[in-house]
Each structure stands twice: as structure tokens, then as C-alpha cells.
């Protein structure tokens, strides 16, 4: 814990607070998984003057522009909002990983087989808003071989996309790459 404050002590000075106040305006944000934030994700030498925001949320989910006015959203849609008001924003990137464990007990929630007898406010966002990679999900497990197909910004907007082809992956795995693409 020493090291960790030294070097956020370090790199936190007055002067690049003030410069980051002033000057940040990102160009990408970086939607990622807490779990891949937290294993070395921000070690993959992105530069600081790319100006790359970084947005981590349970799983990569980020609540539906649906449910905007009717309930509390969270951090993540304020965060986007911010990221676009900026003025510089260009890309936003997905950046999943295998092995999600926060992917995998939104499963086992639909599976029933979740090990807590109570929803935690973890889980309890889980259900919330990890619906619609479900029933997406859902609809993949159905026919594994098929392409699944995305809407883009405009229901004219569809793409296909093919989810491990080779059928190499784990369950959780294929589920992780079905809630990105969406």
C-alpha cells in the first residue's frame, strides 16, 4: 500500500491536476471490465498525451439509453455523457477479457446456480441491467454455428458477427464476447 501512495502521491502533483483540468479533452474513451482494469489493463502502454479516457464497469455494462429519466442510471452513462460533451471524443473502445468472472455470475444468476442466497448490490445490477446480453446470449446458444446479427446507431445499421467459429472457447468466454459486441 506504501508503494501504491508514493506513486500516486508521485504522479498526482498540483501541476498536472491543473494541467489535466485544463488541457484533458480525450479523444477515446476506453470502456473495460473493473476485473481487466484491475489485472494490468491500464499497464498497456497507452500514452498520456492520447488522451484516452478510461471507463470501468462490472462486466463492460453500461445501463440501456432506454431506462434514461426512469431510474438512477449510475457513473457510466454520466461518464459517456462527459466524454462526449468534450468536444474531441472520436472512438469508444470495448475492451473485454477472457474469463470474466463478473460475466460469469451474471450466468449463473440466469442458471440459478449463483453461490449467494441474497442479491447483492453487485448482483442485483447484474439482473438489472445485464438483461439484454442474456437474451442476446440466449438467442447465440440456440445455434452456436450461425452469425449473430447487431444493430449499429440506426435500425437500417445491421452487421454480422460470428462467435467463436472453431468452438474453442468456454461458455463464459462466448459470453463475454457476445455482451462486447453488443
Known amino acids: 500500500m506504501d508503494q501504491i501512495l508514493r506513486n500516486l502521491t508521485r504522479s498526482c502533483s498540483m501541476q498536472y491536476l491543473k494541467h489535466t483540468a485544463e488541457y484533458f479533452k480525450p479523444e477515446v474513451l476506453i470502456l473495460t471490465c473493473v476485473e481487466a482494469a484491475s489485472g494490468g489493463f491500464l499497464s498497456s502502454?497507452?500514452?498520456p498525451d492520447l488522451h484516452a479516457a478510461m471507463l470501468c464497469s462490472p462486466g463492460n455494462l453500461i445501463p440501456h439509453s432506454k431506462l434514461y429519466g426512469k431510474e438512477v442510471l449510475g457513473s457510466e452513462v454520466a461518464s459517456l455523457e462527459w466524454a462526449a460533451n468534450q468536444g474531441n471524443l472520436r472512438h469508444v473502445i470495448v475492451c473485454g477479457h477472457a474469463n470474466c468472472q463478473i460475466l460469469e455470475e451474471l450466468r449463473k444468476l440466469r442458471d440459478g446456480t449463483t453461490s449467494s442466497s441474497r442479491l447483492s448490490p453487485l448482483l442485483s445490477w447484474l439482473t438489472r441491467h445485464g438483461n439484454s446480453t442474456l437474451t442476446r446470449f440466449e438467442r447465440y446458444e440456440m445455434d452456436?454455428?450461425?452469425?449473430?446479427?447487431?444493430?449499429?446507431?440506426?435500425?437500417?445499421?445491421?452487421?454480422?458477427a460470428y462467435v467463436d467459429p472453431q468452438g474453442h472457447w468456454?461458455?463464459?468466454?462466448?459470453?463475454?464476447?457476445?455482451?462486447?459486441?453488443?
Open 170 to 182: 468456454t461458455d463464459t468466454d462466448q459470453f463475454s464476447q457476445v455482451n462486447i459486441l453488443q
Open 144 to 160: 452456436r454455428h450461425q452469425p449473430i446479427t447487431f444493430q449499429g446507431t440506426s435500425p437500417k445499421e445491421l452487421w454480422d
Open 45 to 47: 502502454g497507452l500514452q
